[in-house]
């Protein structure tokens, strides 16, 4: 997450975007849009911290404000030559640049035998697993967060017999009223509508392995009852629907 793996990078591009500040306000050219392209940086900003989440798709207002304010600025800086204002500026750019790289490369590493296309290889796996033994209208429902078990529904085209996408929600704070309401939701949409297999992933999302099932008691009791482990994969366990259950 940005706020904690690479930080490093704020410290230029914070520099680029006060310096594309300081220059229209040192040479008395601020004007509105400059006001409200500030006011957006500003908004990222809050957008970004208050949620404290970190995942980078929670900067893009920042980002996009901040490309405007800089860029703007760095050309109207070259048209007019103002050296102290664009080769700062430009450095700021070039270092950002230089250290997101480093991000690229990784998304690249990731791709081409990383954990990226681990993730496809099991989607396959779980799409060849399960179609030949699905009949029409009969449902799937996954245990998963971030392993492919929506990819591989949506794959196969199939539903789930829940509104749950993903199970992370289901295993922490788990004395809470919220929680608990979530379990009891999802446990009774499962003796409501059966699905036909549930496919239970091992890795859980922030951490926790197949384990965490175990930790869900009404749930643990509906599988051991109603369900029987049909086909174990690389990092998933797809479990049938007992005949007459």
Avoid: C
């Amino acid at each position: 997450m940005w706020g904690f793996h690479r930080w490093h990078v704020w410290i230029p591009l914070g520099a680029a975007v006060v310096l594309s500040l300081i220059g229209p306000i040192a040479t008395r050219r601020f004007s509105t849009r400059h006001l409200v392209v500030g006011l957006g940086v500003v908004y990222g900003l809050v957008h970004y911290i208050a949620q404290g989440k970190g995942w980078e798709y929670h900067m893009y207002p920042l980002a996009a404000f901040a490309s405007v304010l800089v860029f703007a600025e760095l050309a109207s800086a070259l048209s007019m030559r103002r050296w102290t204002t664009a080769a700062p500026v430009a450095l700021a750019l070039l270092i950002a640049a230089v250290m997101l790289e480093t991000k690229g490369a990784e998304a690249a590493a990731a791709a081409e035998g990383g954990w990226i296309s681990d993730k496809a290889r099991r989607v396959n796996a779980v799409v060849a697993d399960l179609r030949p033994r699905l009949g029409p209208g009969d449902t799937v429902q996954v245990l998963d967060t971030t392993e492919g078990g929506i990819h591989a529904l949506l794959r196969l085209g199939v539903r789930e017999p829940s509104r749950f996408l993903y199970d992370f929600h289901f295993f922490h704070d788990v004395t809470t009223p919220v929680v608990r309401g979530l379990r009891a939701e999802l446990v009774n949409a499962l003796n409501a509508r059966p699905p036909r297999f549930i496919v239970v992933f091992e890795r859980g999302w922030p951490d926790g392995g197949a384990e965490r099932v175990d930790a869900f008691p009404e749930l643990r009791q509906l599988l051991d009852r109603a369900y029987r482990p049909d086909v174990t994969g690389d990092g998933y366990v797809i479990h049938a629907k007992r005949d007459g259950s």
